[in-house]
Every structure is written in C-alpha cells, then in structure tokens.
C-alpha cells in the first residue's frame, strides 16, 4: 500500500533554533500534503495544506512566518519551525492523499524544545 | 462548538464488552466520514470509512445519521489489542479532515 516517509521521528532543540521535518510520499505522486500538530490529549489540528508547486494555504491561527513550508517536488514536502520556542513543542504529522481522497499519514515527528 | 464533538471518555471495559463511540460534527457540507485509531505515540490509521447506509468490518461496526449529523462505532466482543484512542474524522473535501479529540479505550483481561 501507500507509504508516507516522515523524518525525524523526534528532534529536541534548542531555543530559538530552527527545525526541518520531511514528508516524502514513497510510492506515489502527491500533489497535495498536509501538515497536522497534535498537542499531549488534544485532537489533531489541521495546520496547513502543501501544494506542489504553489504557496502552502494555512488554517487561521497559523503563523506562515513561522512553520514555513516548501513542496517543491511531487514526492516531498518539508514543514521547517523556525525560531523554535518550547510551545512549539508537539507531535507533528503529516498526510498525503491517495486516489479518490484516502488520506496516509506519516509517522509523525515529537518536537522538543528546550 | 468543536468541529467535531466525541465521547469524552475513558472507556474501560473487559475482554468480550460491547463498547460504542459516538461522534457529533457541526459542518453541514461534511462529505466524508471515518474512524481512525490513533496508539500512544503513533500517528493515526484509518479504522473504517462511514458510509450513509451504515458498515460492518468484523467486530466493527459504524453508522452514519447525516440528518443529526452524528457518526457512532460499535466494537462487539473487545480484545486487549483494540486498546487506543478511536477518533472521528470528517472532510468535506479530500484531504481537509477535520479530527475530534478522541476517545481513550482501554480494555482489561
């Protein structure tokens, strides 16, 4: 079946560093991904859309500045947090979507920032 | 009011119980609808899709009241390993889910 790579699976960091996080679709084009934070006992929260090729569109509330994200090529989108601070802190995932809207998550990345 | 509204939970039930979820979601335009598991730590996999006439898969059960616009799951003879957090989920265009914050199931021996 259709696989969704995401790495790092966990990063700690330091303040006011910034962190990439890759999502590759393995075995198939995505045109579209999407990026998910998910806090300890809350629900996923949709963060933003990735469109290949285009400006990502991001949820209300979502600083553009600060989760920049690049899908340059069909098979990769990266979410990069930048000047991290430790309420960024949180489980980031990502999804992509198969044929006719079936959604494949990645394994998703625990960010720590200390 | 939540996009989408579960049981609050925890649920915890013996080996064999009946155990049922109930999910409530506010967007009319709503297309789609799932169950997904999500294990402690892990990212979500996709339980069961919903659909109007309502579907089985073994043990598994959901039904779909788009009048009410509520979804439930129904888990008959429980196993240990159906422990997890179960979570609604409702698009109303693919890929844009919208997720509730999930039900805590644990079952015990």
């Known amino acids: 079946g259709a696989v969704v790579s995401q790495h790092p699976s966990w990063v700690i960091c330091k303040s006011g560093t910034s962190v990439k996080i890759e999502c590759r679709s393995l075995d198939f084009q995505a045109t579209t991904m999407f990026w998910y934070r998910q806090f300890p006992k809350q629900s996923l929260m949709l963060m933003a859309t990735s469109n290949e090729g285009s400006k990502a569109t991001y949820e209300q509330g979502v600083e553009k500045d600060k989760f920049l994200i690049n899908h340059a090529s069909l098979t990769l989108s990266t979410l990069t947090v930048t000047s991290a601070h430790p309420e960024d802190s949180s489980f980031y995932i990502c999804s992509a979507l198969v044929g006719a809207g079936r959604a494949f998550f990645g394994q998703g990345t625990r960010l720590t920032v200390v | 009011r939540k996009e989408v509204e579960q049981d609050p939970g925890p649920f915890n039930v013996p080996e064999g119980a009946t155990v049922a979820f109930n999910c409530t979601y506010s967007n009319s335009a709503s297309q789609s609808f799932f169950w997904y598991r999500q294990d402690c730590r892990k990212e979500p996999k996709l339980l069961m899709s919903?659909?109007?006439s309502g579907n089985e898969d073994g043990r598994f059960t959901a039904q779909l009241n788009r009048a009410s616009q509520y979804i439930s799951l129904l888990i008959r003879d429980s196993k240990l390993s159906d422990s997890a957090t179960y979570l609604c989920v409702v698009s109303s265009r693919p890929g844009d889910m919208r997720f509730g914050a999930g039900t805590r199931l644990t079952v015990k021996p």
């Open positions: 919903v659909y109007s």
